[in-house]
């Protein structure tokens, strides 16, 4: 079978996106309200915002106003992997904040702990799996450098070729570490419709299609936020806006619109799944700059993405970005390529969407407005986990006590902004590039991406 036919009926809508469990629409925000805290996004962020906010203070009013429809952006795009790191892998960590590391470190693995708690707790219908993740290498020089990170104490093991073998079959692999501790997997739709589901039953007040047009300073020192149909008067706001642009301007510069793609088969048949092997159904994700990320579903679908990371001019978000055949055809063959027990096999549904990248790949903070407005940004796909602790550091921000969160450099710093136009265009094309070329030239770093490291920009993948 081509490439073609097997892409040839695949639904352009997220797979995740397109399941009987989508909740009833909530409504538009119609005429004014009132309320101690405002949340302008009902993604993973707005959503982890509003349920530690209630559940910190069970009388507070809280009002999310989403543009779109709950989980509809970044948090229900993603490959479902819910990981524990907060700065993007513990190396980048270590180049950006190396006094703080180790603790950011623990601060991500019980923040991952806690997410796996509320979902006990709550009874979340997540499909929520601690598997770990396995990071697989393709070429000689990944395997030398994934054997080195081998720490059983730690929860990585290194896999030889036979070893990997015996958890996943490619021809392609040469090993793989695996992290076992710090990694799950989850049905990244279902997990914002049951947080969606939970803050509502906590009181809070939720409307979509309600794009905030307008945020200001009222007369009476609180601050409004306004859209098309009404407004809401709130003494505190959180911004959790992701890749969109930022209501307030001096964030714009900190974060570039990237656009990733990912291809969800058809269910495995049986001898499929023992031809695979995959029998405890860890993640998995490739060790170079481009690399691959999959992972089986609750049906034993095999969900395919990564690779291609493709920016606009103008820092542009458009749902006409999200279907790029060329990007679609190239993972497909590379799918075959990696699997070839698996020819024949068609894919489902074929998608793209934004991720909102900064030049140090993990998340940064801030507050506007003396203090009523705080706000989260630059996740650099590894949000499905970090938005929760995004969250209460922007609840720990808007409460305006210093506490250990709000004392950390990561929460204090900024990430290098990206230049305005034709600039931030030409940087990331030429970065893009030189990253390829690191690929091919067994990962050593050219002129470019060193000067790069030299400044601070985090860029490794």
């Known amino acids: 079978?081509?490439?073609?036919?097997?892409?040839?009926?695949?639904?352009?809508?997220?797979?995740?996106?397109?399941?009987?469990?989508?909740?009833?629409?909530?409504?538009?925000?119609?005429?004014?309200?009132?309320?101690?805290?405002?949340?302008?996004?009902?993604?993973?962020?707005?959503?982890?915002?509003?349920?530690l906010a209630k559940e910190a203070d069970p009388d507070r009013r809280v009002v999310i106003l989403e543009g779109g429809t709950v989980g509809w952006a970044a948090s229900g795009r993603n490959g479902g992997f819910c990981e524990a790191s907060l700065t993007h892998g513990t190396a980048n960590g270590a180049r950006h904040l190396p006094e703080e590391n180790d603790r950011l470190v623990d601060l991500g693995r019980e923040n991952l702990d806690a997410i796996e708690a509320t979902v006990r707790k709550r009874g979340l219908d997540c499909e929520f799996e601690r598997t770990g993740v396995i990071t697989v290498a393709t070429e000689t020089y990944q395997a030398a450098e994934l054997a080195a990170e081998h720490a059983p104490d730690e929860g990585l093991l290194w896999l030889d070729r036979d070893e990997v073998a015996e958890h996943i079959r490619s021809p392609l692999f040469l090993g793989g570490l695996w992290d076992r501790e710090s990694a799950a997997l989850v049905h990244p739709a279902k997990l914002c419709w049951e947080l969606l589901r939970v803050v509502?039953?906590?009181?809070?007040?939720?409307?979509?299609?309600?794009?905030?047009?307008?945020?200001?300073?009222?007369?009476?020192?609180?601050?409004?936020?306004?859209?098309?149909g009404g407004s809401v008067t709130a003494s505190r706001v959180a911004l959790a806006t992701n890749a969109f642009p930022a209501l307030l301007p001096r964030v714009r510069w900190h974060t570039v619109p990237v656009y990733d793609y990912a291809l969800v088969t058809e269910p495995l048949t049986a001898p499929q799944r023992e031809a695979l092997g995959w029998r405890n159904r860890q993640g998995l994700a490739g060790s170079a700059n481009r690399f691959h990320y999959f992972r089986l579903t609750a049906d034993d679908r095999i969900l395919w993405g990564g690779w291609d990371a493709i920016y606009h001019f103008g820092r542009r978000v458009s749902g006409?970005?999200?279907?790029?055949?060329?990007?679609?055809?190239?993972?497909?063959?590379?799918?075959?390529?990696?699997?070839p027990q698996l020819q024949g096999l068609r894919f489902t549904h074929k998608w793209g969407g934004a991720i909102d990248t900064c030049s140090r790949f993990f998340p940064f903070f801030?507050?506007?407005?003396?203090?009523?407005?705080?706000?989260?940004?630059?996740f650099t796909g590894l949000g499905v986990g970090a938005s929760r602790f995004a969250a209460r550091v922007m609840l720990d921000l808007l409460s305006g006590q210093e506490t250990e969160l709000t004392r950390l450099k990561m929460v204090r710093s900024k990430p290098i902004p990206f230049p305005p136009e034709p600039l931030a265009w030409a940087g990331i094309s030429l970065t893009t590039r030189a990253l390829a070329r690191a690929d091919e030239n067994e990962g050593r770093r050219g002129p470019l991406l060193k000067t790069l490291d030299a400044w601070g920009m985090g860029f490794d993948s």
């Open 1 to 51: 079978m081509s490439f073609s036919a097997a892409l040839a009926h695949a639904s352009t809508v997220p797979f995740w996106l397109d399941h009987p469990a989508r909740p009833t629409p909530q409504p538009a925000l119609a005429g004014e309200r009132s309320a101690d805290l405002a949340i302008v996004g009902a993604g993973f962020t707005g959503l982890w915002t509003a349920l």
């Open 200 to 228: 509502r039953e906590l009181g809070v007040e939720v409307h979509e299609d309600s794009v905030v047009r307008r945020l200001r300073s009222s007369r009476d020192g609180k601050m409004e936020l306004r859209t098309d």
């Open 320 to 339: 006409r970005y999200d279907q790029r055949p060329e990007t679609f055809a190239t993972l497909a063959r590379q799918f075959f390529d990696t699997f």
């Open 366 to 378: 801030d507050r506007a407005d003396d203090g009523r407005v705080a706000y989260t940004a630059g």
